[in-house]
Nanobody, 121 residues
Framework: QVQLVEYGGGLGQPGGSLRLSCAAS????????MGWYRQAPGKGRELVGS???????NYAGPVKGRFSISRDNAKNTVYLQMSSLKPEDTAVYYC???????????????WGKGTLVTVSS
C-alpha cells in the first residue's frame, strides 16, 4: 500500500535548471536508500544518483557536478536538483526508494511511474 509520485518534470532550457521531487505515501515504517533513474529514448534505464539515510550521495558520471540529490525524511521525499541542463538529459525520470512497510521487517524497491524531462530550446 505504498505509492510514489514524481513532480516537476517538463520542459527545461539548455543551461537551465529543473527540480524534481518524489513523495512516498502509505503504510511506511522506514525508508532506506532513495534514488533517481532515467531512461532516454532508445536507451536502457540508468542510475542517475542515490542517497542514503545519512545523506551520503552517489552520482553517475554524466550528471556529477550538475545534479544534486537531497532528502526530507519527515516528508518521505527525495529531490533531484538539475542544473546546467543538456539536451542529453532528456529522459523519463523515475524515483526509487527502498521501503519497509508497517508490520514487516523486510524491505523492497518501490518505483514512481516516471516523469518526462525534455531539454531543448
Amino acid at each position: 500500500q505504498v505509492q510514489l509520485v514524481e513532480y516537476g518534470g517538463g520542459l527545461g532550457q539548455p543551461g537551465g535548471s529543473l527540480r524534481l521531487s518524489c513523495a512516498a505515501s502509505g503504510s511506511i515504517s522506514r525508508i532506506n536508500d532513495m534514488g533517481w533513474y532515467r531512461q532516454a529514448p532508445g536507451k536502457g534505464r540508468e542510475l542517475v544518483g542515490s542517497i542514503t539515510p545519512g545523506s551520503n550521495t552517489n552520482y553517475a558520471g554524466p550528471v556529477k557536478g550538475r545534479f544534486s540529490i537531497s532528502r526530507d525524511n519527515a516528508k518521505n521525499t527525495v529531490y533531484l536538483q538539475m542544473s546546467s541542463l543538456k539536451p542529453e538529459d532528456t529522459a523519463v525520470y523515475y524515483c526509487n526508494m527502498r521501503i519497509r512497510i508497517v508490520g514487516y521487517l523486510g524491505e523492497r524497491n518501490y518505483w514512481g511511474k516516471g516523469t518526462l524531462v525534455t531539454v531543448s530550446s
